[in-house]
């Protein structure tokens, strides 16, 4: 069974093999050459407004840019621009780090809530359009200076609880590196939870496509609303979970509101020597890596994950392996003991019959 | 917990307080602006009032209308924020089409791309970009966002072409084939049978791109306000961000010609936030449920 299986998958591949060396068909040639026409306008745009930009950008970072009536003037700077912002610059990496350590923290509170919006919301609830339009409300209005005016004004926050008491015990617990970032979290609460509408959204579409009949076999066989959340639940919602991730990052760094990017902006028109476009786009270039590193390092997280059914089948799998084995044990045992019994018995050392075969 | 059972009593109330206050906190910040802005200096000052202002005071929106310009700025936003999406809407479909229907070499590197566009912070690209819509003279005009959007590189492009991409993908290949027999070509299949059946794809992704062009002050800022202000394009939004000086140059004006304007004051300052959101506001509220279910119907979430 097992072997003509591994047969027919080998044939497959070496027909798909086959398949890659074959011409393919006037039709789809034509196809093709249709679907680039399509994508025509795509290919001028990445041309112009991705690899041309990217590759300028590249150029400055090595060059420090001075702005000079006649136009502008590059001096060939090798590295220096990115050494400088890493090893002189006095904002840069402390934005860095103030950065990494917010997005890390207020991530997974993000997703998570969101999740728990959207389970809560997927229950049968009156009011439910109610609710939705509620929930998606900030994502109409939530702009840089509307954050700004509203964060001066002491909105950002709730009032009504008092925020201090929190955060004395926080910075008496933690260090105070990770106190800091903390304590603001709760100070920013509101804002932080405005930041969550479209993934509430997306959970809740995940959610209305799980297949209901999985709830009820779990059910049946006595699954708690606990182990359904965990077994059920989570696992159709990984990929779900990757995406809001994912959009949760990108939305974060690429918010106006994000410090690093004011401080670009701040050194591309500042007159200081050795600042300038070639800085900026040093820093900016720096600032990308670190983003993309840490999507990356998120989706990593999240993918290597094996989830908590395979988990699951796993452990059944050697447990019944297991008890194969102790089985077998033990009949060998039995017989073994059985033998013994039946020569001592025949050596007429036992008379009576109290461990005969039958009492196994 | 997920399911979709009768709950006891007892846990569908704790659901419905647990709603009620987190929605509350959600609409907090809105009721706080609502009820400042109507406020006047008295209220503010008064310890007593927290949130309803002894009378309804129209003063501050009159004046933070008028420091904003407000009719201009909200024509000048429509326009900046409607152009664009509508080339938005022409290039991401066109594009999402080609990669939904179509089957060519190197179509899994253009997805790469695209995705890696969205990942990528707009900011690596900003300073270059700057550069060349300056020597080509498109600076501090709607060109400098019109451009881009024509060749499916606008703001947030990407998630537009995977919404297209996404939505093409589920109209069935047969309809295709019957219209192909039937003598229709390959453009002619795209606007007889993609377009109209692609409806829910169009409305999402107009709204969210006149949202988010709409909502944009950074990039506005740069390309088409100018940084020192020194083009006629400004936005409610970037009207808000300058506010403090707009407000104190309106105040001069106004108070040389005798009439008796407040200082700035924070009624003064949320009336301003308050106009620069009562046009999306009206918006979201007409079209709330397009909005809200655009996410389901465009299955953006991925099979």
Known sequence: ?360 | MGTKDKEGFLKQFLVYALLICIGFIYVYPLLHMISTSFMNLDDLLDSSIKWLPSSLNFSNYKQAASSMNFWTSLLQSIIIAGVPTICNLVSCSIVGYGLARFNFRGKSICMGIIILTFVLPSQVTMIPTYVLYSNMGLLNTLWAFILPSIVAQGINAPIFILIFWQFFRQIPKVLNEAAKIDGAGYFESFYKIAIPSGKPAFITVGLFSFVWYWNEAYLTNLYVHGVYGDSSWTTLVIQLQNFASNYSNYQQTAGASGGGVATLNESINMAGTMLSIIPLLLLYFVLQKQFVESIDRTGITGE
């Open chain 1, 1 to 360: 069974m097992e072997e003509t299986k591994k047969m027919t998958r080998a044939d497959k591949k070496a027909l798909k093999e086959r398949m890659k060396h074959l011409k393919s068909g006037k039709l789809e040639k034509r196809d093709a050459r249709v679907g680039y026409i399509f994508m025509i306008p795509w290919f001028i745009g990445v041309a112009a407004f991705l690899a041309y930009p990217l590759i300028n950008s590249f150029w400055y970072a090595l060059n420090q840019i001075q702005i000079t009536p006649m136009g502008r003037d590059f001096t060939f700077y090798g590295i220096k621009n990115f050494t400088d912002i890493l090893l002189q610059d006095p904002d840069f990496i402390v934005e860095l780090v103030d950065y990494l350590t917010s997005t890390i923290l207020s991530v997974p509170i993000i997703v998570v809530f969101a999740l728990i919006i959207a389970m809560m919301l997927n229950m049968k609830i009156k009011g439910k359009g109610f609710f939705r339009v509620v929930f998606f409300l900030p994502v109409i209005i939530v702009s840089g200076p509307i954050l700004g005016q509203l964060n001066a004004e002491g909105a950002g926050s709730i009032s009504a609880i008092d925020m201090t008491a929190l955060t004395n015990t926080i910075s008496s617990v933690l260090p105070s590196m990770l106190a800091e970032p903390i304590s603001d979290l709760f100070n920013n609460m509101i804002m932080t939870l405005w930041y969550s509408g479209v993934q509430i959204l997306i959970f809740l579409s995940g959610l209305q496509k799980i297949d209901k009949s999985m709830y009820e076999a779990a059910k049946i066989d006595g699954g708690s609303g606990w182990e359904c959340f965990w077994k059920i639940t989570l696992p159709n919602l990984k990929s779900m979970i990757l995406l809001n991730v994912v959009y949760t990052v990108v939305f974060t760094s690429n918010n106006d509101q994000n410090p690093i990017i004011g401080l670009i902006e701040s050194s591309m028109f500042s007159g200081a020597p050795g600042r300038g476009y070639g800085y900026a786009s040093a820093m900016a270039w720096l600032y990308t890596v670190v983003v993309i590193l840490l999507v990356g390092l998120f989706a990593l997280l999240l993918m290597t994950r094996k989830d908590a059914y395979e988990k699951q089948v796993k452990r059944a799998k050697k447990a019944i392996k297991k008890d194969a084995r102790n089985r077998k044990k033990i009949e060998r045992r039995n017989r073994r003991s059985a033998k013994r019994i039946e020569r001592q018995r025949a050596q007429g050392k036992i008379t009576s019959r109290t461990t005969s075969r039958e009492d196994y």
